[in-house]
């Protein structure tokens, strides 16, 4: 065992120095996920131990995984047996990437995440291996204010707004929050939430009046809300001070309230609108490269990758969720219980609306975020006509898609050319 | 070696220094800024100018500098004559006086943050003092003139030693046989400070405000740290196009338009405040 480390931490030396010759011992697992040391080697010990041949997990960011992929298939030889990354890493390289075989239906994949594999094509080019997503938690102080008929799982934003409402009333403060400060996550919020269930897409449906109608619905919205939401980061820090009691935030962002005051908090589904639940889930896949040294032996590697057990494992080492449909054991942190119901409720519910991360910007995701970060600061923040700022932010991601030539993604309907702004 | 020549062999490693590390950098900027893709264009220049943040982001930096540079002045003229007036303990008081100059521009911004945010000392003491029961959010973007006001205090309370420095080396170049004429024909103090002391100091307030001036223009840590993206200047927006953004192109823009204001303001300063050389001490 002693001398397998030793190996495994030369070997992660010699990649290190930028020498990875293809002398891995077993099978290359080469991914962007799981890269601090701890997960790494959670993924090695309790995750891939397993899986009865020697597996070798090597983690690294996106630059350097991209380039080797790159570079193994100009090559002409490869010895990366299996590619891990997030759905938009595999666009990067989806020339490098074979079919897999895998039979996603009997492993009991989730269908919406099966389609996505397929990058828009019609065979698989990547299989879902795990999720993370955004939801709401709530201080079960709050529950009392929540309008009558309105069920936590099923609200919409007129509800929502009724809810916060409520609280502000009732409590004398303002007491629901966004992650609205400078490090908050707010731009997934409008990306993938507040646009999408109100206008059934991201981008090609921009500024339409669904989506005018949907920010100011977001405006009412934000006058219940702390306005020390603009300084907030993590929103597990004011659900913890009590300064907030109804959140939105990712679901690594709220653990630390759940994990402290188990009993304190309830997690639920994001709003509705009226197309549906906008909903982003950050879905991390495995892929098998065109040049993998034994096609038969990666493919297996899925198989036990997606098996329950090993989900399981997965999300102890990662603290991503299972793709597949497991019950999770009872020995699982409270976040993990919490957010995990919230999961598996919402990818499975008929109403929601799968809005994915950006794809194909490179490195123009910044400015992507941006232009929803800009309609937050100017029609929300800074008072500008909601009509007027997002003809004009408009113009902005119009340039953005222009420039990139980035085609529409889910819940876009595909585009041939750049995504349209409409 | 002839003595003449020493002069300029003394100030060539300076020179080397400037030019390896500013006017070159400075060149890379200016094409960045006036290129795109490789072919000369303006369109960062109209990405500037055209974006919504641009008139708000340049009035603020306006602005703060129009009320800090003022105060400032008139804090290091006072602070600067106080401490040549002293006979005793007169360092003691000068290195007080520079203390937060050693302090880094974030670092200032953190301590007025520290007072400032909502569980800071400002309502903690109002708490403990029953003024307040709830914390105040004085920070918040409902409140941008306060924000406005925390980086006044915080840019005065850091930057103002800058001037005195060299306001005290200045008022110590004055030869005092004019002070001590003025004395003798029963100029009274506040007489001998505007017709003696002030305009003798001309180059060293010179020299000062274009300091400060320039350094107005580029206020950026504190109002990051304090105002966040509520309050944007022009420094903020180099930082933003440069690493959020990941437009080198805009960045290098926004910074020539800074040099392009501090040149300005630079000349104004020397145009107002010259000296004839004949009346140079």
Redesign the interface.
């Known amino acids: 065992m002693t001398k397998l480390k030793l190996t495994a931490a030369l070997l992660g030396t010699t990649l290190a120095l930028g020498a990875g010759a293809a002398h891995a011992e077993g099978l290359l697992f080469w991914s962007t996920q799981a890269k601090p040391v701890e997960e790494t080697q959670k993924m090695r010990d309790e995750v891939l131990a397993g899986f009865g041949a020697a597996v070798d997990y090597q983690a690294s960011d996106e630059g350097p995984w991209i380039t080797r992929i790159d570079a193994e298939t100009q090559a002409g030889s490869g010895s990366i047996g299996l590619l891990g990354g997030l759905h938009g890493d595999f666009t990067s390289v989806e020339d490098s990437l074979a079919d897999v075989p895998t039979d996603l239906a009997a492993a009991g994949v989730v269908p919406g995440y099966v389609e996505l594999g397929k990058l828009g094509g019609d065979s698989q080019k990547y299989v879902p291996w795990m999720q993370a997503t955004y939801m709401m938690a709530a201080n079960k102080q709050a529950l009392e204010y929540l309008p009558e008929g309105a069920e936590l799982n099923d609200l919409t934003y007129d509800q929502l707004i009724d809810w916060c409402k409520a609280i502000a009333e009732g409590t004398g403060?303002p007491k629901c929050g966004l992650p609205a400060?400078?490090k908050g996550l707010k731009h997934r919020f409008f990306q993938g939430y507040l646009v999408p269930s109100y206008t059934g897409g991201m981008v090609s449906t921009f500024k339409t009046a669904e989506a005018e109608e949907g920010w100011n619905k977001f405006k009412e919205l934000w006058q219940y809300m702390n306005?020390?939401s603009?300084?907030y980061g993590f929103m597990q820090e004011p659900l913890l001070t009590g300064?907030v009691w109804v959140a939105f935030d990712h679901t690594a962002r709220l653990a630390d309230a759940f994990n402290q005051k188990p009993d304190d908090f309830v997690a639920f589904a994001t709003p509705k609108g009226p197309k549906g639940r906008g909903y982003m889930p950050v879905i991390a896949g495995m892929a098998i490269p065109t040049n993998a040294p034994d096609a038969a032996a990666s493919a297996a590697l899925i198989d036990y990758m997606l098996k329950p057990e090993t989900q399981i494992a997965t999300l102890k080492a990662t603290n991503f969720f299972p793709v597949v449909d497991v019950t999770l054991p009872d020995d699982m942190p409270p976040s993990v219980k919490a957010a995990g119901e919230v999961i598996s409720y919402t990818s499975t519910s008929p109403d929601s609306i799968t809005a994915l991360l950006p794809m194909g910007l490179g490195?123009?995701g910044?400015?992507f975020n941006?232009v929803y970060t800009?309609m937050f600061?100017?029609s929300v923040?800074g008072g500008q006509p909601v009509r007027a700022a997002l003809d004009?932010q408009a113009k902005a991601l119009e340039a953005i898609m222009q420039e990139t030539g980035a085609p529409c993604w889910a819940p876009d309907a595909a585009s041939e050319g750049p995504c349209p702004v409409n | 070696m002839s003595p003449a020549r020493i002069p300029y062999l003394l100030l060539l490693p300076a020179t080397l220094f400037l030019l390896v590390f500013f006017v070159y950098p400075f060149g890379l900027v200016a094409i960045e800024a006036f290129s795109r893709d490789g072919s000369f264009t303006a369109a960062n220049f109209q990405t500037v100018f055209g974006h919504w943040k641009f008139p708000a982001a340049m009035t603020n930096t306006l602005l703060l500098a129009l009320v800090i540079v003022p105060i400032q002045t008139v804090l290091a003229l006072a602070m600067a004559v106080l401490v040549t007036k002293m006979t005793r303990g007169r360092d003691m008081a000068l290195y007080v006086f520079t203390i937060p100059l050693g302090i880094s521009d974030l670092a200032a911004g953190i301590i007025w943050l520290a007072i400032f945010e909502q569980s800071g000392f400002l309502n903690s003491m109002l708490y403990h003092l029953g003024v307040s029961e709830q914390p105040t959010i004085w920070l918040g973007y409902q409140s941008k003139w306060v924000i406005f006001l925390a980086v006044v205090l915080a840019e005065v309370w850091r930057a103002t030693a800058i001037m005195l420095v060299i306001l005290v080396a200045g008022i110590g170049l004055i030869p005092k046989e004019y002070n001590e004429a003025a004395e003798v024909f029963g100029a009274s103090p506040w007489k001998r400070f505007t017709r003696v002391t002030l305009p003798l100091l001309r180059p060293s307030l010179q020299t000062a405000l274009i300091l400060r001036v320039i350094l107005a223009f580029e206020v950026f840590a504190v109002v990051a740290t304090l105002g966040g993206t509520t309050l944007p200047v022009l420094m903020g927006e180099v930082y933003q196009w440069q690493f959020a953004l990941q437009d080198r192109g805009v960045a290098a823009a926004y910074a020539i338009v800074i040099l392009a204001i501090s040149i300005a303001a630079t000349l104004v300063i020397m145009r107002a405040l010259r000296v004839p050389k004949e009346a140079r001490i």
């Open positions: 403060g400060g400078p306005p020390a603009t300084n300064e490195d123009a910044g400015k941006q800009d600061e100017r923040l004009d």
